[in-house]
């Protein structure tokens, strides 16, 4: 069974530094890109960029380019997402998400979501 | 790369059909049929409901199904139930460096 289990809920002052986890199993995880997307709350899901975890090769969309790191331990089959200096504005709900190792990739799996609230 | 587009809000009542559509570009949608789409319950994480297009995964309800004409791909959901009351998202395989792009999602309710 595939699963993305992502670490627990973060309350976090502004300026802080933060780095959230999604841990894949039940799969080879050097096999397929991971996404990490924003959902603000009460809004949709924006794509923030992904990771290969074989190489670290990663990508990221414009909005969320030097605004975050995306990075991976391909030998604990870990995804990470960081920030070095939170704002208010990245309060939200984050989840990591796998892609098909089809030549054409799209997302099949969700992790369950981590919580982040940033205030003072 | 843009969002594709989806209508904010549809809705109907128990029993009926309702579709949602997702409206993309070449380099996206238009270019290939690799569409999927997504249910999201309040407070959840989101979840496939169909992937390629017009493929439902193992355990999906025949109620829901897919289609895509040019550059937009379409969700059906016959026989509404009040459980399908949720937001629904499209996403689509793109020639963009990212993979993926999403649309902005749609919030079914059941009336």
């Known amino acids: 069974e595939v699963r993305l289990v992502q670490s627990g809920a973060e309350l976090k002052k502004p300026g802080e530094s933060l780095k959230i986890s999604c841990k894949g199993s039940g799969y080879s995880f050097t096999s397929h890109w991971i996404g990490w997307v924003r959902q603000m709350p009460g809004k949709g899901l924006e794509w923030m960029g992904i990771?290969?975890?074989?190489?670290?090769?990663?990508r990221y969309s414009p909005s969320f380019q030097g605004q975050v790191t995306i990075s991976a331990a391909k030998s604990i089959s870990t995804a990470y997402l960081q920030w070095s200096s939170l704002k208010a504005p990245d309060t939200a709900m984050y989840y990591c998400?796998?892609?098909?190792?089809?030549?054409?990739?799209?997302?099949?799996?969700w992790g369950q979501g981590t919580l982040v609230t940033v205030s003072s | 790369q843009s969002a594709l587009t989806q209508p904010a809000s549809v809705s109907g009542s128990p029993g009926q059909s309702i579709t949602i559509s997702c409206t993309g570009s070449s380099g996206d949608v238009g270019d290939y049929d690799y569409v999927s789409w997504y249910q999201q319950h309040p407070g959840k994480a989101p979840t496939l409901m169909i992937y390629?297009?017009?493929n439902r995964p193992s355990g999906v309800s025949n109620r829901f199904s897919g289609s895509k004409s040019g550059n937009t791909a379409s969700l059906t959901i016959s026989g509404l139930q009040a459980e399908d009351e949720a937001d629904y998202y499209c996403?689509?395989?793109?020639?963009?460096?990212?993979?993926?792009?999403f649309g902005g999602g749609t919030k079914l309710t059941v009336l």
């Open positions: 390629d297009v017009s």
């Open positions: 990771i290969h975890p074989e190489d670290s090769e990663t």
């Open positions: 998400a796998r892609l098909t190792d089809a030549p054409f990739p799209n997302v099949d799996y």
């Open positions: 996403s689509s395989y793109t020639s963009d460096s990212t993979l993926v792009v």
